[in-house]
Each structure stands twice: as C-alpha cells, then as structure tokens.
Nanobody, 118 residues
C-alpha cells in the first residue's frame, strides 16, 4: 500500500503560479507512471500530466507550455509546477501513481483544491 499526500493548492489570481507536491510513503524510483489529474465541479476527472519511468512526459493540450511535471526520487515527491494559471484550471488536483508488477497497482491522493480567480 502507498499513501500519497498532496499539498500546495490554494487561491491564486489568473496569471499566477502554484506548485503542487505529492509526497509518497515509499520510494518512487521504480514507480511506472507518476501523474496528476484534476476534476472540476460537474466534470469528469481528467489527466493533466504524467511522467513514465524513463522520463518521458505527456500533458493535456490545455496545459502544454504552462504546466511541468517533475520528480525528486530522493524526497519521494512528485511536483506539478503550474504557471500562467487560468480560471478554467480551477479544480481539485489528484496525484496518481501506477506500479506495473505482476498486476497494475494504482494509488490516488486525497486531492488538493486549486482555485484561480479571474
């Protein structure tokens, strides 16, 4: 079992920046996929960014060029740097880890609220 704790959310004005952190209860060095998802009110949860073991990354089109996912294996932490925030980025952001072993193990954090005021 892996516990994930997100932090760094809050209220920010449009155009501002936030950095989300996701602290894992175990080493993330061998985790297959690290990701951030978000869910806005009345909408489905969507992928924001993910990093696959080996370092390749994917981003939602809506955040490309503004958001950056990164990891610090020494701190067991995944980050999401969010710049040039827009009101449509308002959502609960969730950290996600997927470990591919004999089966796929998927873990979610509790979420952190990001609110962007226009």
């Amino acid at each position: 079992q892996v516990q994930l704790v997100e932090s760094g959310g809050g209220l920010v004005q449009a155009g501002g920046s936030l950095r989300l952190s996701c602290l894992a209860s175990r080493s993330i060095a061998s985790i297959s996929i690290l990701g951030w998802y978000r869910q806005a009110p009345g909408k489905e949860r969507e992928l924001v960014a993910r990093m696959i073991i080996g370092g390749s990354t994917d981003y939602a089109d809506s955040v490309k060029g503004r958001f950056t996912i990164s990891r610090d294996n020494a701190k067991n932490t995944v980050y999401l740097q969010m710049n040039s925030l827009k009101s449509e980025d308002t959502a609960v952001y969730y950290c996600n880890l997927a470990l591919i072993a004999e089966r796929v193990y998927v873990y979610w954090g509790q979420g952190t609220q990001v609110t962007v005021s226009s």
